[in-house]
């Protein structure tokens, strides 16, 4: 066969491919838009669920998720900022630093449902806080802390190293150049870590199963030691548990969902593609 | 005064003492979380390891409320999902990293790179949604079984959650090529396919292999997405036919049990003895592949 042709014929293939990966993207998002926008309203947004679920608004379920997702935030990004700063800053190419680092990696590809298993072990159970808000923000904010951490530790590395060795020569101690100057330059990038922790956090179900979400509980959290609704875990419950529940209900709370957690995304593509340009170095 | 003076740069220092032994501690906190994981499931799974003898723990029957706990079909049936959806998403994947890295023009590239990372943040709960309510009745219909709640519609979408991080990792890959490689090719006056083809292909085979295992691990971990789509029938996927029939996995048994069993139950300490078998099979998988990650962070990023 004629290569040239043959390149085509290759070249069309992996097109193809790439489409075949693409599209159904487009397909799940415009679906999920179609059937979920005419649930959207006022009052769905704004108010309790009730007869059963089938009928109401899911305000439970995104206040939980926003609380959630904060409690999350507490808790990781003072360990994930400050585990970054140590690998970035201080640690030295040792043996100890590869176990952090495979530690690190090992975090990142643990099931989420065995960080639901932990969870419940530890925060649920062993130090007993209930199923609670509490319990739910820490396992998350564990979890969290790999994809905070890779990203931010990115952030500082890009910083020039010039910058540390002017500050030194100015008699600024480790901590000033970091403080002073490291971090507000890698900022942008630490922002947009923590909002990629924070979104795929916000979509998790399986880590809250056991640790935070209540099947149906129309009434607001109180306190950090309340149990919560989420919309993950409402998205799952409406969608298999429940049974004759009104498509439309099924669809909105999907897309309520999706439309925070992708426009989480956008917000930290924005931030990070803005910072590039506007970076002098 | 002589003393006023000497102590101010001191008391700087004691702060920066502390500030740096307290960012020291939270470096060395993610090898805790880690052990602290690993300790809190053998705390609560390893009774049923002793509390159950070996002939239930690997036999082919789960039923808790009769007292078998047999883990053989969960097992299996993470396995064929798994192995399923890495071959489907493989071809795929790498496809669409030559794609990403050799061909496609920058404005095409421009828009692939962010539906990829869309995909990658679409939450678990929704594509198992999407599964169940479009994906599933599609396969019922088009191949004419009895329920569209199959290994094989379960490995559909476990190979699109894949497919992000396989994609990147294999871009990456490529990315290691040396260009003088592809230089030589072309100047021997090899096609720009061939060059792929026979020389940069083969050159990054084992950043490939890395994504292979990564996509691995993110497809024997996942749960929602499972657990709404595969039907949760705890049976033995033997036969090819199986491919179209339900079945449940690791992660889905957990999820759907834990909620019901009461603590310190027999069934209590057998779902986390499963969540220790899934911990110690993504630690090997993540052991593997640690090598791809190395060398991804020293260019940057996960994403």
């Not at chain 1, 993207?25 to 108010?47: E, H, P």
């Not at chain 2, 095409?108 to 990829?116: A, C, G, H, T």
């Not at chain 2, 594509?127 to 004419?144: C, K, N, Q, S, Y």
């Amino acid at each position: 066969m004629n290569r040239h042709l043959a390149q085509e014929i290759a070249f069309a293939v992996l097109t193809l491919m790439a489409m075949m990966v693409v599209i159904p993207v487009f397909w799940v998002i415009w679906i999920i838009v179609a059937k979920g926008s005419s649930a959207i309203s006022w009052t769905f947004l704004t108010q309790m669920p009730h007869d059963g679920m089938t009928a109401g608004g899911i305000l439970p379920a995104i206040l939980g998720t926003f609380l959630l997702t904060a409690g999350t935030a507490l808790v990781a990004i003072p360990i994930g900022i400050g585990g970054t700063i140590y690998l970035a800053e201080y640690a030295r190419d040792t043996w100890l630093t590869r176990c952090i680092r495979l530690a690190i990696v090992n975090l990142a590809g643990i099931p989420s449902i065995v960080y639901g298993l932990f969870g419940l072990g530890l925060f649920v159970l062993f130090m007993k806080m209930g199923t609670s808000i509490m319990a739910g923000a820490l396992t998350l904010g564990i979890m969290t802390l790999p994809v905070v951490i890779s990203t931010a530790e990115e952030a500082l590395r890009a910083v020039p190293t010039e910058f540390r060795t002017v500050n030194a020569s100015l008699g600024g101690t480790r901590w000033q150049g970091i403080r002073m100057i490291v971090l507000p330059q890698a900022l942008p990038g630490i922002i947009t870590g923590v909002i990629l922790g924070l979104l795929r956090a916000a979509g998790e179900t399986a880590p809250i199963l056991f640790t935070v979400a209540a099947f149906f509980l129309p009434v607001l959290p109180r306190s950090p030691f309340d149990q919560t609704m989420a919309l993950p875990y409402h998205l799952y419950v409406i969608s298999t548990q429940v049974p004759g529940m009104p498509e439309e209900i099924q669809y909105g709370t999907a897309l309520v969902l999706l439309g925070i957690v992708l426009s989480m995304n956008v917000f930290a593509s924005v931030i990070r593609s803005y910072y590039r340009r506007k970076r002098q170095w | 005064m002589l003393n006023n003076k000497s102590s101010a740069p001191k008391s700087i220092s004691s702060f920066e003492f502390a500030i740096e032994a307290i960012i020291r501690v939270l470096g060395f906190s993610t090898i805790g979380f880690v052990l602290l994981i690993f300790l809190f499931l053998l705390k609560e799974g390893v009774p049923f390891f002793y509390k159950t003898d070996l002939i239930n723990i690997f036999g082919t029957r789960w039923y808790p409320t009769f007292d078998l706990f047999g883990t053989l079909p969960l097992i299996l049936g993470s396995v064929a999902i798994t192995v399923v959806a890495v071959i489907m998403a493989l071809p795929m994947g790498v496809a669409t990293a030559v794609f990403i890295r050799e061909i496609a023009p920058g404005w095409v590239r421009e828009i692939l790179k962010p539906m990829i990372e869309t995909l990658a943040g679409i939450p678990s709960v929704v594509i198992g949604f999407f599964g169940m309510t479009v994906i599933a009745p599609m396969v019922r219909e088009t191949l004419g079984v009895a329920t569209g709640l199959t290994i094989f519609t379960g490995a559909v979408t476990l190979a699109y959650m894949a497919l992000p991080t396989m994609i990147s990792v294999a871009e990456d890959a490529l990315d290691t090529v040396p260009k003088n490689y592809r230089d030589a090719a072309l100047a021997m006056g090899a096609t720009k396919w061939q060059t792929i083809r026979h020389v940069v292909l083969p050159a990054a085979r084992s950043g490939i292999s890395m994504a292979v295992m990564l996509g691995m691990g993110r497809a024997i971990g996942e749960t929602m997405t499972v657990m709404m789509v595969t039907g949760n029938a705890a049976r033995m996927p033997l036969g090819l036919d199986a491919l179209f029939k339900p079945i449940r996995t690791m992660t889905a048994t957990i999820a759907a049990e834990m909620g019901e069993v009461a603590g310190g139950s027999i069934h209590y300490h057998a779902l986390f003895g499963i969540g220790i078998v899934l911990f110690v099979l993504t630690f090997f998988i993540n052991l593997a592949a640690a090598r791809a990650i190395f060398q991804k962070r020293r260019k940057g990023g996960l994403r």
